[in-house]
């Protein structure tokens, strides 16, 4: 080894590791490439796919691994898609790959959908929050690829609420789109690679050729700061945007505006009584605040929108009543806990990186 060389990574390794940069799954690719050489591969992807300013998508097809088809989540393949918009089928114009939405009717590929596929690659940047819609769209591809017996490799990325575990708890009777898995609280603390390692565990019984490979990060912990190199959806466009999103999207289940065709979205919350929280410090934790005092500022009667989409955001029926009846913080949060420490026990089995 040249004498440089070796001086620099020397250096490199000594380092710690929140002075290194993160390396991201998708960014290794002598890790993954090799499974998919010769294979009929599938990607679930969107603009968040992406390796060192590329789409991953492009990247391959340059490289001549040309995928078979992408399936694509919530906001589309290219990401400019808004919340609940409808996305259809589609062929991507630049690599001429055909895209499978997989949101709306078709949350879960189906076994056509499948077919002439021998591996699946799955890339999304999540947000670390349980209605998050990626991490559905996760628990439906691992589903579909266990059906028919088909390798998935999860290609991680950081979690930018990775770094605390808080909030209620999911509730099966109230399990959707917006939260598939019981027991999950509203923020869960595990990359997305972590996360499939936990549904993974749950499923039973795997088809024969099904497993999971998690490609995991380099560089990264749990306290990591992480700054996304592109917002991961359209109303998520800052890292306060993001880091107020677990307390905020619940305002989604009511009558009060959370910014949306604003310049700000997630970041001012109102009606007549407005909140700019633009330059508030967020602290680690599920709040209740901002619920309570926009409860207080509203009319009681018409707060809460008459189709239970707070109840699935919430995962239960508690909190609505708790609020309205007044019920101090500490009681609410005493309502969830055992819960959540259940959840944090399970939790550990699962992590893949290192925390405090």
């Given at each position: 080894?040249?004498?440089?060389?070796?001086?620099?990574?020397?250096?490199?390794f000594?380092?710690p590791?929140?002075?290194?940069?993160?390396?991201?799954?998708?960014?290794?690719?002598?890790?993954?490439?090799?499974?998919?050489?010769?294979?009929?591969?599938?990607?679930?992807?969107?603009?968040?796919?992406?390796?060192?300013?590329?789409?991953?998508?492009?990247t391959?097809?340059?490289?001549?691994?040309?995928?078979?088809?992408?399936?694509?989540?919530?906001?589309?393949?290219?990401?400019?898609?808004?919340?609940?918009?409808?996305?259809?089928?589609?062929?991507?114009?630049?690599?001429?790959?055909?895209?499978?939405?997989?949101?709306?009717?078709?949350k879960?590929p189906?076994?056509?959908?499948?077919?002439n596929?021998?591996?699946m690659?799955?890339?999304?940047?999540?947000?670390?929050?349980?209605?998050?819609?990626?991490?559905?769209?996760?628990?439906?591809?691992?589903?579909?690829?266990?059906?028919?017996?088909i390798?998935?490799?999860?290609?991680?990325?950081?979690n930018?609420?990775?770094?605390?575990?808080?909030?209620?708890?999911?509730?099966?009777?109230?399990c959707?789109?917006?939260?598939?898995?019981?027991?999950?609280?509203v923020?869960?603390g595990?990359?997305?690679?972590?996360?499939?390692?936990?549904?993974?565990?749950?499923?039973?019984?795997?088809?024969k050729?099904?497993?999971?490979?998690?490609?995991?990060?380099?560089?990264?912990?749990?306290?990591?700061?992480?700054?996304?190199?592109?917002?991961?959806?359209?109303?998520?466009?800052t890292?306060?945007?993001?880091?107020?999103?677990?307390?905020?999207c619940?305002f989604?289940?009511?009558?009060?505006?959370?910014?949306?065709?604003?310049?700000?979205?997630f970041?001012?919350?109102?009606?007549?009584?407005?909140?700019?929280?633009?330059?508030?410090?967020?602290?680690?934790?599920?709040?209740?605040?901002?619920?309570?005092?926009?409860l207080?500022?509203?009319?009681?009667?018409?707060?809460?929108?008459k189709?239970?989409?707070?109840?699935?955001?919430?995962?239960?029926?508690r909190?609505?009543?708790?609020?309205?009846?007044?019920?101090?913080?500490?009681?609410?949060?005493?309502?969830?806990?055992?819960?959540?420490?259940?959840f944090?026990?399970?939790?550990?089995?699962?992590?893949?990186?290192?925390?405090?």
């Amino acid at each position: 080894m040249k004498p440089l060389i070796a001086v620099l990574l020397l250096l490199a390794f000594a380092l710690p590791l929140s002075a290194q940069r993160i390396v991201v799954g998708a960014e290794r690719m002598d890790e993954y490439l090799p499974l998919i050489k010769g294979q009929r591969f599938a990607i679930v992807a969107n603009h968040t796919s992406l390796v060192e300013g590329r789409h991953l998508v492009d990247t391959l097809v340059a490289l001549k691994y040309r995928p078979a088809k992408i399936f694509c989540p919530e906001h589309g393949f290219r990401g400019t898609a808004a919340a609940g918009e409808r996305i259809g089928n589609s062929t991507d114009e630049k690599t001429k790959v055909p895209i499978v939405s997989l949101y709306g009717s078709n949350k879960k590929p189906t076994p056509d959908q499948m077919a002439n596929i021998d591996i699946m690659l799955f890339d999304l940047q999540d947000v670390g929050c349980r209605f998050y819609t990626y991490i559905s769209t996760l628990h439906y591809v691992m589903e579909a690829c266990a059906l028919r017996g088909i390798p998935l490799v999860v290609l991680d990325r950081p979690n930018p609420n990775g770094h605390y575990v808080d909030g209620p708890v999911m509730e099966r009777a109230y399990c959707s789109f917006v939260g598939v898995r019981a027991g999950t609280p509203v923020v869960y603390g595990m990359t997305i690679g972590e996360y499939a390692t936990l549904i993974n565990s749950e499923m039973s019984p795997p088809t024969k050729g099904y497993k999971l490979k998690v490609i995991t990060l380099l560089n990264y912990t749990h306290d990591s700061i992480y700054h996304l190199p592109v917002p991961p959806s359209p109303a998520l466009r800052t890292q306060q945007a993001i880091a107020l999103y677990p307390s905020l999207c619940l305002f989604e289940g009511t009558s009060i505006s959370v910014g949306r065709g604003t310049e700000h979205p997630f970041e001012v919350i109102g009606n007549e009584y407005k909140m700019d929280l633009r330059n508030v410090e967020v602290a680690p934790r599920f709040e209740l605040k901002y619920l309570r005092q926009m409860l207080a500022n509203s009319n009681r009667e018409t707060f809460f929108l008459k189709n239970n989409f707070f109840e699935k955001l919430a995962g239960n029926a508690r909190l609505r009543q708790q609020l309205l009846d007044d019920v101090g913080d500490d009681e609410i949060r005493a309502s969830w806990q055992p819960e959540l420490d259940n959840f944090k026990l399970v939790r550990q089995h699962f992590l893949l990186y290192p925390e405090h």
